[in-house]
């Protein structure tokens, strides 16, 4: 069947340090992968949008990898900040379709 | 800077009762979507809408929901004798390319509490 994983489990950090969170896919050959930031009983914002022909993708304190062999997306923040406390979600495209899915998210939590 | 709007942001209704949930598009956008979002839960897919009818639907879209552009700026989505487990955030989206290049644009959507 298909899946998007994502951690289910909060990531907490330090201010300053990098937060990494994870997004594995399975039964999905998605032409693109994308991030949003969803914060609590809000709409989901987009952040970055990378290519299954783009490794790595940048935006300011923001990277996004995209490994289309392991199934996987990595999505970075550095020098984190507080104001970084949000949940992150992936999504993707299933196939040929007019739908984007989206993964569980994990939360974020930056501690000052 | 353009923006997807949606009324209510929150309804409560007794089970059984119509729902109607609008959302105003940003303006040049031609694709339109609902998802919605159980406390605690996935962003779920409902529908996409593109030309004047339903591109694709979830197989939770069914005969209780409809959607309708009635006019050249909203969108609505319309739940029909509403039941418990409706109860969920619902959002509506905007794309101006659709799935193929671009991101969507989320509005920050209604809340529905059904009783």
């Known amino acids: 069947s298909q899946k998007i994983e994502q951690n289910s489990e909060a990531l907490n950090i330090q201010e300053g340090k990098t937060a990494t969170l994870t997004c594995n896919y399975t039964?999905?050959?998605?032409?693109?992968l994308q991030w949003y930031r969803q914060d609590p009983g809000r709409g989901p914002v987009f952040l970055l949008l990378i290519r299954e022909n783009e490794k790595e993708k940048r935006k300011e304190r923001l990277k996004v990898t995209f490994d289309t062999t392991l199934k996987q997306s990595l999505f970075h923040i550095t020098a984190s900040q507080p104001a970084d406390s949000a949940t992150y979600l992936c999504?993707?495209?299933?196939?040929?379709?007019?739908?984007?899915?989206f993964g569980t998210g994990t939360l974020l939590a930056v501690q000052p | 800077e353009p923006e997807v709007t949606q009324t209510p942001s929150h309804q409560v209704t007794q089970m059984g009762q119509e729902v109607i949930l609008r959302c105003v598009p940003i303006?040049?956008?031609?694709?339109f979507y609902w998802y919605r979002q159980i406390l605690g839960q996935k962003v779920e897919f409902l529908v996409s809408f593109y030309n004047n009818e339903i591109s694709e639907k979830s197989e939770i879209f069914d005969d209780q929901f409809s959607v309708e552009r009635p006019d050249g700026s909203n969108f609505t989505l319309k739940i029909r004798s509403t039941k418990l487990e409706d109860s969920a955030m619902y959002f509506c989206a905007s794309s101006e390319r659709g799935l193929n290049t671009g991101e969507l644009f989320f509005g920050e959507g209604s809340r529905l509490t059904v009783l």
């Open positions: 999504a993707l495209r299933g196939g040929a379709t007019n739908k984007l899915i």
């Open positions: 039964n999905y050959s998605p032409a693109y």
């Open positions: 303006s040049n956008h031609l694709y």
